[in-house]
């Protein structure tokens, strides 16, 4: 087991773990925009760099994706590791000044503003972190965007720039996406992948009317053999909320006086699986789909 | 001309092969060379070679034999196109169809010169009749090059003839694989793609890697604006380049080999498609060659397009079929590449290297160069030298000899101001350092990097910022666009350069400038964006005063950025023709007819019409 030291403390690592995943299990912070725990390494945004040792002089690396080999000497918050990261962060305000999430994240590193301009880009307000590309591919196995163009012409986007008919409409994207960029527009019956286009059928709740999920993640979830949507909401075209209600409904009027949550929460997501289709809410470690039986 | 052979079966059996192809051949014979490389055939090679061809064939009815041959680059592509007589080693420049029947009668069968295609010297008025004779050849140490001009690269016979495929013969029959590895890197061999990483090193870890199969690959992306060595190479003498990677393929026991050619690059595709199936059709490719029970075959993949895919993750990305692009990876190609198995990349060169370095030891390639820098290298001359072309010398040759000796010095007898080195990532050098050895220590130690070997000189009249510009421009389309630093910086960067060159530069430009610098170099991906700041932070270091000049005064010294000089109008020259009057867009030209115009400042706008307009060149910059 080797010894990995971060800013001079030594912590136990496996062979074959990230520089960041130590940091991380041991509660330092470093930030990160294009990583996530469920998807391969990428590295592209940078701006999880850190230094390292290589004996006589130190390296910038970036903590994401750099796998521990043999023992390390870890500089997170050296000076030039730090300025590194701000200088990262700068650049990628000049290109996304909008963002809500992108200035929290500045304001995290201390970064207040940037001294760059705004330079017009294919893709505004979008850090190109390739996140959504890879949910979609590595996850959801679905494939319906890419990076296209080089450059600053480097946009994410479907093929031909068209409604994707690979799109099952899932949400993976805009769940997964760190800057708020994908946006979920639910229509009458369709829901709509803002940036790219896309339109699949929407199901919404019998009972309510609120979006439930897209109907081609029914049939995608069936094709593969796992539970359904449908099935995994308990058979019921309701959604989660009006589904407990139920449930709570039928339970106190079997059990006067007596509304257990127990049973409700055992009976709502069999197998133990986490469905979170990205149509509730935005944070990017539930995503899950397709990890079912 | 002679027989070809199919399925030698050893290497007593190639060198019978080449005593026969030797034998054959009639030293006095009549010859003329043609050079078909891309740049004499933009000239109207073929249809000179088509005439001297169907004039052989018509003169091989009277019984006059003559041989016509076609060859690969010869370097010098801007007198192009290249004829070569022999015997004699004639060299004749800038031939036209109109010329041929005049060659041939006086001197492919008169014996006699046609003094006026032969070369002469600007400055000495002396006329060259071999290549050896010529300045610009006279100072290379040809060894890559030195099949170029002289053999027929869609022949394997021709290459055979002088000598090919001994050096796999000898590696096959009394070499073991570490052997080969030791005697390239006791030659000092450096990689000359770019980083001039230590072959037998690198050879050495990919034959240590443990996964198998093992990969072979040659680097024939060659994206650098203006650089063709790697064009010539393959173009010219693509037996070397297989010749090199079956010896190296052999030494790291792997069994396929692939080359990554430039799309742009049609004909060095045919040569080298024609080379293959030459070697698998000789036995030198494919199964037990040369009856070593030693397997390897190649195979041609055209690249992309992008000059980043001749960055080794994004080619072997290419190669699998995906988007070139760089991968971010903490772990080196040569234990995990091509499908994650160990891939050996080498640049063209520095594969071409290889079977001279196996035959003639390397002891003998080591004594050529400097004390860490061995061998020759090629580079391709270009901007405003008087000869441009390819040019190969030993490593350790200085800037000033290869500019004014081989070059010829500065076109018009301007003055010499810089030469980029090592193409769009590399530096400037200014004048005091011509004398500076070049090779890839002392370079990198100037702020610069040998590259692959372009080097573009730059005259007095050349303006540092817009230079700068010109390479962050070319970089800024180049860049993938994976990674923040280099997708932004260079933006950014252009961004400021382009404000400095307009007059809109600030106080903190240049510093900012350097920091972005710093930044990329510290946080980019690939080697692209590492390496992307280095034209601007080499100018910055030695031309700092010039940025300045823009930035402060506004001006431009070397009048290259408009706006940041005035046009005037000489009252000696002019004649007061009223051409530029008539042509000025705002009409701030006035002036009697046959008296001088003058140029009203407040109403011109700098656009430079009257500077093109004037016949007498009377419209100066100032
Ligand atoms: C952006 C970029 C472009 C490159 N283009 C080329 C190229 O066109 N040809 C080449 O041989 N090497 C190129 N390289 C260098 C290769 O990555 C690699 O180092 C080289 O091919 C290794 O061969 P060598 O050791 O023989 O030099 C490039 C590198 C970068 C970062
Ligand atoms: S440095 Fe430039 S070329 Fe290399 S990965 Fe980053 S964006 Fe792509
Ligand atoms: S989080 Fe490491 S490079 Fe983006």
New interface residues.
């Given amino acids: 087991m080797p010894t990995v030291t971060i800013d001079e403390k030594p912590y136990r690592a496996d062979v074959g773990e990230t520089i960041l995943e130590v940091a991380q299990r041991n509660g330092i912070w470093i930030p990160t925009l294009c990583h996530h725990q469920a998807l391969e390494?990428?590295?592209?945004?940078?701006?999880c760099?850190v230094e390292i040792d290589r004996g006589g002089w130190w390296q910038?690396?970036?903590s994401c994706?750099?796998?521990i080999r043999r023992a390390l000497t870890v500089r997170v918050n050296s000076e030039?590791a730090i300025?590194?990261r701000r200088?990262?962060m700068e650049?990628?305000l000049?290109?996304c000044p909008e963002s809500p999430q992108l200035r929290r994240l500045a304001n995290r590193m201390g970064v207040e503003g940037t001294?760059?301009?705004h330079?017009a880009?294919a893709q505004e307000n979008c850090?190109?972190c390739?996140l959504c590309v890879r949910v979609c591919s590595e996850r959801i196995g679905a494939s319906a965007i890419s990076?296209v163009?080089?450059?600053?012409?480097?946009t994410v986007a479907t093929p031909f720039r068209m409604s994707s008919e690979d799109c099952i409409g899932c949400g993976a994207c805009a769940a997964v996406c760190p800057v708020g960029t994908i946006d979920l527009i639910f229509h009458e019956d369709e829901v709509e992948i803002s940036p790219f286009e896309t339109r699949v059928t929407l199901r919404r709740c019998a009972e309510c009317g609120r979006p439930v999920g897209s109907e081609l993640v029914n049939e995608v979830l069936a094709s593969r053999g796992g539970p359904t949507l449908v099935e995994m909401l308990a058979g019921d075209a309701y959604c989660l909320r009006c589904k407990r209600k139920k449930l709570a409904e039928r339970l106190t009027a079997a059990v006067p006086g007596n509304g257990s949550g127990r049973a409700a929460q055992e009976r709502s997501l069999p197998g133990g699986t986490n469905v979170q289709t990205g149509l509730h809410a935005g944070n990017p470690r539930s995503i899950r789909v397709g990890e079912a039986g | 001309m002679s027989t070809v052979a199919t399925g030698l079966k050893t290497a007593n059996d190639l060198e019978q092969y080449r005593r026969h192809l030797l034998g054959e051949r009639d030293p006095r014979a009549h010859r003329v060379r043609v050079c078909v490389g891309t740049g004499c055939t933009a000239k109207g090679a073929k249809g000179v070679l088509e005439l001297f061809n169907r004039t052989a064939e018509e003169a091989a009815n009277d019984g006059v034999i003559v041989e016509t041959k076609c060859t690969g680059c010869h370097g010098f592509c801007e007198r192009g196109p290249i004829v070569v007589v022999d015997p004699g080693n004639i060299f004749y420049h800038g031939v036209k169809r109109e010329d041929v029947p005049e060659i041939w009668r006086e001197s492919l069968t008169g014996g006699r010169i046609v003094e006026r295609l032969l070369y002469k010297d600007e400055t000495t008025g002396q006329v060259a009749k071999t290549p050896d004779e010529i300045p610009f050849y006279k100072a290379q140490h040809r060894i890559v090059l030195a099949y170029n001009g002289v053999i027929d690269p869609t022949k394997i016979e021709e290459y055979v003839a002088v000598g090919g495929y001994a050096a796999l013969a000898k590696v096959l029959t009394s070499m073991e694989p570490k052997e080969v590895i030791d005697e390239i890197t006791n030659s000092g061999l450096r990689g000359r793609g770019g980083g001039g990483f230590l072959t037998g090193r690198k050879w050495r870890s990919a034959r240590d890697a443990q996964s198998e199969p093992r990969y072979v690959i040659a680097n024939g992306d060659e994206g650098d604006p203006g650089a063709f060595m790697d064009r010539s190479l393959m173009e010219g003498a693509p037996h070397s380049v297989i010749e090199g990677m079956i010896i190296g393929a052999y030494a790291i026991d792997s069994s396929q080999g692939f080359v990554y050619v430039r799309n742009e690059y049609p004909l060095a595709v045919q040569h080298l498609s024609t080379a293959i199936a030459q070697a698998r059709e000789l036995g030198l490719l494919g199964y037990d060659i040369l009856g070593s029970g030693f397997d390897f075959d190649i195979r041609i993949n055209r690249g992309s397009g992008?000059f980043v895919c001749g960055e080794s993750t994004a080619l072997m990305a290419s190669l699998e079929g995906r988007?070139g692009e760089p991968r971010?990876?903490?772990?080196h190609t040569v234990e995990s590449g091509l499908h994650e198995k160990p891939s050996l990349l080498n640049n063209v060169e520095t594969w071409a290297n290889v079977p001279q370095i196996i035959l003639k030891g390397a002891d003998w390639f080591a004594s050529l160069g400097t004390e860490k820098s061995k061998g020759t290298k090629v580079f391709s001359l270009v901007g405003k030298v008087k000869n441009t072309g390819l040019v190969e010398v030993p490593m350790g040759m200085t800037l000033r000899q290869i500019i004014y000796d081989i070059g010829g010095g500065i076109r018009d007898d301007k003055a010499f101001k810089a030469v980029q080195t090592g193409g769009p990532s590399g530096g400037c050098i200014p004048a005091r350092y011509l004398d500076e050895q070049v090779d890839f220590d002392r370079l990198t130690e100037l702020g610069s990097m040998m590259g692959s070997g372009g080097m573009i000189v730059m005259d007095e009249d050349t303006c540092i910022v817009n230079f700068a510009k010109y390479f962050v421009g070319f970089l800024?389309?180049?860049?993938?666009?994976?990674?923040?630093?280099c997708?932004?910086?260079?933006?950014?960067m252009l961004?400021i350069l382009e404000g400095i060159a307009k007059g809109e530069g600030k106080d903190g430009d240049i510093e900012?400038l350097e920091?972005l610098g710093t930044?990329m170099e510290?946080?980019?991906?690939c080697a692209l964006g590492k390496t992307a700041a280095n034209p601007v932070l080499s100018t910055i270091r030695y031309f700092r005063a010039e940025y300045e000049e823009h930035i402060r005064e506004k001006r431009c010294p070397a009048k290259e950025c408009p706006g940041l000089f005035n046009y005037e109008i000489n009252r000696d020259v002019c004649t007061g023709c009223g051409l530029c009057a008539k042509k000025c867009p705002v009409e701030a030209i006035t002036g009697e007819r046959k008296k001088p115009h003058a140029i009203d400042q407040q109403k011109c706008t700098n656009c430079g019409t009257c500077f093109d307009a004037c016949p007498f060149s009377a419209v100066v910059k100032v």
């Avoid at chain 2, 510290?522 to 991906?525: H, I, N, S, V, Y």
Wanted: glycine share 8%.
């Fill in positions: 390494p990428y590295a592209a945004c940078r701006i760099v910038v690396v970036t994706n750099y796998p030039r300025r590194a200088g990262v650049l990628l000049a290109r001294p760059y301009p330079i880009a850090i190109l390739n990076m163009g080089r450059g600053g012409d480097r | 992008a988007v971010a990876k903490y772990i800024k389309d180049e860049s993938c666009g994976k990674c923040t630093p997708r932004e910086g260079i933006a950014q961004h900012r920091q930044l510290d946080t980019a991906l």
